[in-house]
């Protein structure tokens, strides 16, 4: 039997399979390790530099293994990619009899309950979404799976969607009379069945949670966890072990009451008033948080007398609607399904305004028309380690981003995984002939406010120099529209600029066009993939040190000061210069391409903490002459 090494060396299945692949040792050694780690079964947290094939090294050993196995990736898009291009690649080339199945979260099912009774219950909707409706009623009557994404003509972000997908909140379980079909359900039971399940990270946090509470889990019991695009568990962790109710939940009760009350109750009077009233509550106390988004810790402004009062009438409308709907719940399961979710968000907003947890930060999330108020861990480690240890699987954690200075202690610590085997393989990618780091000398300091205008100027220059070709990254909302703003005067090529379109459109027109420049905050920084010429320089205005006003943040500083602890050093600077690794990882996508990283905060240099920064780049050459851009682009350029 080959070895793992073996079926990605250049003479094995895989190569045998695949138009143009190409063997790099730090696949095989990657696979191998992995191997060795399911068959030992113990745990793993491996770094893999881009271009090393990360997906293929972990999918050849699970494959062979055998085994139950539950992989998770970072996005619903890299979900996709690996069920329906990369696992049936490998699957073939070895040629192994295995069942395996796509489960996402229950948003992205179709709900035939709630399809239903939006058709039925005329409510007024806008004219678009009574078009999707018609789509999605015409699909569901030949979709399998029920997966909305198989809908190419909805979008993402359709107004239908919530409207047709349900919530742990409002579906009726085995009460429901759809439940035989019901697609959720359908795709769970077949799920636990499978040899292989792809989920997200979402997901797995989600299943972590029910089997933690002993009931309901979604996934099968596995015997090894692939945990992919693992740098991004601590933040999503963080996110999921919190605690949220946003105002549109409150908005959806009181119109899912006003529906269950037309059909099981309709001869109540004074319900349709209290109604208005609580919709008018909720209503007042968004007004009362200010008109900006924002991000605020509670405890700055729950004595706001603004606040208090919105909040206390709120609280009083919806104690009114939970007597009024305790009473009535018996008359159908609608109205007892509005009654049970009245209760659970009657008791958070009661318990979160009297709360002092010292374990939590409460902040509250100001975004448009919604609220949410949030109640966030400050230290998860102990909670992902006992619901991870609740699985007792192998467990690999893999990125391209997780080890600082070589050193996985930081993304350890804060998942609570203690002593365990790493390895890093650095990037297969010639670094010294593809890229250059350009770090220029001249600039001011980032906070200074000529800073921007400075950053800009330069950045004009370099693009020139480039042709395009560009991403510019910036580390706030505010930096990249002011030098939105500043550059339209100085360059011709076309700009794309984030929040103009969404982020699939921008990527494909920056993409399709030539010479082209976009400019992107975070969302940007990771996951994005544009191969070849098109991106031939990345220029990045600072190091991406989170906002300290960033209500979690504090909170963390302050917990970390508590224990005596250097909060910079063991917190803010190892996110940063992972989050640097993540948008320097934009540039060089493969074997082909070339490309110029600029880095313009001149801190990578003039400070004692810049050499981390640097050590987690590359190998790449670094200049301080503009003159060798030119130089490098001319060289590849002839
Ligand atoms: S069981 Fe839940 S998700 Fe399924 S159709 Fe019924 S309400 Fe919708």
Redesign the pocket.
């Known amino acids: 039997m080959l070895t793992p090494a073996e079926v990605l060396s250049d003479t094995g299945p895989l190569a045998r399979h695949i138009d143009g692949f190409s063997a790099r040792i730090q696949q095989q050694e990657m696979a191998t390790a992995i191997a060795e780690a399911l068959h030992g079964h113990y745990s793993l947290i491996c770094e893999a530099g881009t271009g090393t094939g990360k997906t293929f090294a972990y999918l050849v050993p699970v494959l062979m293994a055998g085994r139950k196995t539950i992989i998770s990736t970072g996005t619903k898009h890299l979900q996709d990619q690996l069920f329906h291009k990369d696992l049936p690649v490998v699957r073939e080339a070895l040629n192994v009899p295995l069942t395996a199945m796509l489960l996402k979260g229950?948003a992205n099912y179709l709900?035939?309950?709630?399809l239903q009774l939006i058709e039925t219950e005329g409510r007024l909707v806008s004219k678009r979404i009574l078009t999707d409706l018609v789509k999605i009623r015409q699909w569901a009557t030949t979709t399998r799976s029920g997966d909305l994404n198989e809908l190419a003509i909805l979008p993402e972000d359709a107004a239908a969607r919530p409207l047709v997908t349900?919530t742990v909140e409002?579906?009726?379980?085995q009460e429901?009379d759809?439940?035989e079909d019901?697609?959720?359900?359908k795709a769970r039971r077949q799920a636990r069945e499978s040899d292989l399940v792809i989920v997200n990270h979402h997901l797995f946090l989600s299943d972590m949670s029910l089997r933690e509470q002993g009931f309901g889990e979604v996934l099968p019991a596995p015997d090894c966890i692939i945990l992919d695009e693992a740098h991004q568990l601590p933040e999503l962790a963080t996110t999921y072990f919190s605690q949220s109710l946003g105002s549109r939940q409150l908005l959806d009760l009181v119109q899912d009451t006003r529906t269950a009350v037309s059909r099981e109750a309709a001869d109540m009077p004074g319900l349709p008033a209290l109604l208005d009233t609580t919709e008018k509550a909720i209503r007042d106390l968004r007004l009362a948080f200010g008109m900006e988004d924002n991000r605020i810790t509670w405890s700055d402004i729950r004595e706001e007398a603004t606040v208090a009062g919105a909040l206390s009438s709120l609280l009083e409308s919806l104690q009114q609607l939970l007597d009024y709907l305790q009473a009535i719940s018996v008359r159908g399961k609608l109205l007892d399904n509005c009654w049970r979710r009245c209760n659970s968000l009657f008791d958070f907003i009661e318990s979160y305004a009297g709360s002092d947890a010292v374990d939590y930060v409460q902040w509250v999330e100001i975004r448009g028309r919604f609220f949410y108020l949030n109640q966030t861990p400050v230290d998860i480690a102990e909670t992902f380690q006992s619901r991870l240890a609740g699985y007792a699987a192998a467990t690999i954690f893999t990125s391209a981003t997780l080890a600082v200075d070589q050193d996985f202690r930081h993304f350890a610590n804060q998942l609570g995984l203690g002593e365990m085997q790493t390895r890093v393989w650095g990037s297969p990618f010639d670094y010294q002939q593809q890229a250059l780091l350009y770090l220029p000398e001249s600039l001011p300091d980032p906070r200074a406010p000529d800073f921007i205008e400075a950053f800009v100027e330069l950045a004009a220059r370099i693009l020139r120099l480039s042709k395009g070709r560009a991403f510019l990254l910036f580390t706030s909302h505010q930096a990249l529209q002011t030098a939105a703003g500043l550059l339209a005067g100085l360059i011709d090529f076309p700009v794309f600029v984030q929040g103009e379109a969404p982020r699939s459109e921008l990527l494909s027109s920056f993409r399709e066009t030539r010479h082209a420049v976009l400019l992107g905050t975070s969302s940007f920084w990771e996951g994005v993939d544009v191969k070849g010429q098109a991106l031939s320089c990345v220029i990045i205005d600072k190091l991406p040190f989170a906002s300290p006003d960033d209500p979690v943040l504090q909170a963390r500083i302050n917990h970390l000061n508590r224990q005596g602890r250097n909060p910079f050093m063991e917190y803010q600077l190892p996110q940063a210069v992972i989050g640097l690794k993540q948008g320097v990882g934009r540039l060089i996508r493969d074997a082909n391409d070339y490309g110029v990283l600029v880095i313009c905060d001149p801190r990578i240099s003039t400070k004692s903490y810049g050499r981390h920064f640097i050590n987690g780049l590359p190998p790449l050459p670094i200049t301080r002459d503009l003159d060798d851009i030119a130089a490098f682009f001319a060289a590849r350029e002839k």
């Open positions: 229950r709900c035939l309950h709630r349900s409002n579906c009726l379980g429901c759809s439940f019901c697609f959720v359900f």
